[in-house]
């Protein structure tokens, strides 16, 4: 399974429970597996609900991963954190204690059941772009920066909170 290091980023968010506990201890989940090593974490952002609003605001942050985990085991991994932090899938755009979505995986372009990088809706959501530009501003995704894309959606309501970006470590 072990293979060349692949440089990854993540989109981690959630608005039930405590979700920068949650988040943290996911990133340190996959950070302690032996083929993979967080190497960037973003402050976390509060960001209003999408899709489905009426519900309470999210915290969002953006990780960069280096692995030697195939895509399908790095998403096994994300998954399994999610299922030993208790998250439950219960509606489509609803509530959540955590989420985690595999934005980019190296240069790869990948559609499988269950796994499309890069992710495809990730270039129309500033939740998923706000974070990700304060790690990876120059990133190119479909021939533009995140930066450019960032600045291409709506941000209205996103706020970049005072928590630096060793909160997952505290």
């Not at 032996?34 to 402050?43: N, P």
């Not at 995704?141 to 309501?157: P, T």
């Amino acid at each position: 399974m072990s293979g060349q290091n692949n440089t990854v980023y993540l989109s981690l968010g959630g608005n039930l429970g405590d979700p920068e506990a949650s988040m943290a201890a996911a990133l340190r989940i996959l950070d302690a597996d032996a083929d993979t090593r967080v190497a960037a974490v973003s402050s976390l952002y509060r960001t209003p609900p999408w899709g489905k609003l009426d519900q309470p605001d999210f915290l969002n942050a953006a990780a960069g991963l280096s692995t030697r985990l195939s895509p399908r085991a790095l998403l096994d991994l994300c998954l399994d954190a999610e299922r030993r932090l208790k998250r439950v899938r219960e509606e489509r755009w609803g509530p959540r204690l955590i989420d985690i979505d595999i934005l980019v995986f190296g240069d790869r372009i990948i559609q499988e059941t269950g796994l499309e990088v890069p992710h495809p809706r990730m270039l129309e959501r500033a939740f998923v772009l706000a974070p990700l530009a304060e790690i990876a501003p120059e990133l190119a995704i479909r021939e533009q920066s995140v930066l450019e894309r960032l600045r291409s959606v709506d941000a209205a309501g996103i706020e970049r909170l005072p928590s630096g970006r060793d909160w997952w470590l505290r």
